[in-house]
């Protein structure tokens, strides 16, 4: 049995990540790294409504009982973890996000606050964008120079040394999206305010 506060835990961020339009009623998943455990959704299990037996555990590196019913993307999470030295992921499918991913290689935010918490977000792609080796390692790899990446038309990938970190970059990203996305119907030329802001790119 998952203990009571790594569950409060798992409930609060899968609840805010639903409340906040960053998953559908069961996509996305989250979990934590405690040593050489690693606690995920359940497959199937919705975010927004997280029961204790929605968390299952197992290991980083070999399969047990649990496997069998853990997230479809256990794979993606093992080599995240193996790579960085995060201790949380949270993966979710941010719609204005998805949207600029379809049609560029990088997010750029232009927002003061997205700017200055991700300053960009890289786009990576794979030819199987779902529970594969090829994207777990394509993601892993990104994630030692990023806090979070996107995988074109799937979804970001977001790594901290808790879940609510995670979160954050993940929330500001879809804020930083939907900004980009409101200043392109404006079609104004925007007025530039942040100092050394031609070097964003090249982070």
Do not use: C
């Not at 555990?57 to 069998?68: F, M, Q």
């Amino acid at each position: 049995m998952v203990d009571e506060r790594v569950y409060e835990m798992f409930r609060e961020i899968g609840r805010d990540m639903y409340v906040h339009n960053l998953v559908s009623s069961h996509g996305g998943n989250i979990s934590v790294r405690f040593g050489d455990r690693i606690i995920i959704k359940r497959r199937g299990a919705m975010l927004g409504r997280l029961k204790p037996h929605d968390l299952i555990e197992t290991g980083l590196e070999k399969n047990d009982s649990g496997v069998a019913l853990a997230s479809t993307e256990l794979i993606v999470h093992r080599a995240i973890y193996k790579a960085t030295p995060a201790l949380a992921v949270v993966h979710a499918h941010p719609r204005t996000a998805i949207a600029l991913s379809l049609s560029r290689d990088e997010i750029v935010p232009i927002d003061n606050e997205g700017s200055y918490l991700l300053k960009k977000v890289p786009v990576v792609s794979v030819e199987f964008a779902s529970g594969t080796k090829q994207m777990a390692d394509t993601l892993a790899e990104a994630l030692k120079s990023y806090k979070i990446v996107f995988l074109r038309g799937h979804g970001s990938f977001a790594i901290g040394q808790t879940l609510d970190e995670a979160f954050q970059w993940t929330d500001a990203l879809e804020e930083a999206a939907q900004i980009i996305m409101y200043a392109k119907y404006l079609n104004e030329e925007m007025i530039e305010y942040r100092r050394m802001s031609d070097s964003y790119s090249s982070w």
